[in-house]
């Protein structure tokens, strides 16, 4: 049976574009999940979002199609990554994973939202109408393979 990182690594594999190199590696991502203050949510196909906090076994019929990575410190959570594999875009399974994303940070107290996306990202859509705010930039930030660059946004949202 695949185990989550399974599950996250093969959305990983087809959602991110390699010209903008943001994918993690698998090392990167299980390397991450064994610290205290990372969170990761799977949603299905089906827009439902088992609770896998035990990292119990998936479902029966579980075709996962998205996941979030989040780090929670003190009061602060921070969206790491967002993906939804293309075959199931536009299909609110993006906005769904972003309230879960909410609703999770609630429940472990935290009480402000941080996430960055490089400048020309279309999730910025997303992330707009989930109320998040631009509040700073890092110029240059990312580099991309063919040499370019391009400016970090960091967005936030205070949660009430
Ligand atoms: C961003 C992403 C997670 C959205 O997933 P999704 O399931 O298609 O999102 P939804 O169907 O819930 O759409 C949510 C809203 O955002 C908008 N939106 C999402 N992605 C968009 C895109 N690429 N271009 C334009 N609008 C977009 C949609 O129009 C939609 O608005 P609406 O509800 O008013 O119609 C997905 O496009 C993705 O995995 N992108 C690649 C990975 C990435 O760049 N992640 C962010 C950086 S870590």
Known sequence: MMDHIDYMMAIMAEAFDPQWGEAWTRRQLSGSLSLPTIFYRLI?????????????????????????????????????????HPAHRGKGLGRKLMELFEQDARSRGAAQMFLEMRSNNPAERLYRSCGYLPIGKRKDYYRLKNGDRLDAVTFSLALT
């Open 44 to 84: 299905g196909a089906d827009g439902v979002s088992p609770d896998f906090a035990t990292n119990a076994a998936a479902p029966e019929g579980f075709t996962p199609a998205g996941f979030t990575l989040t780090r929670h410190i003190s009061g602060e959570e921070e969206l790491l990554l967002i993906a939804v």
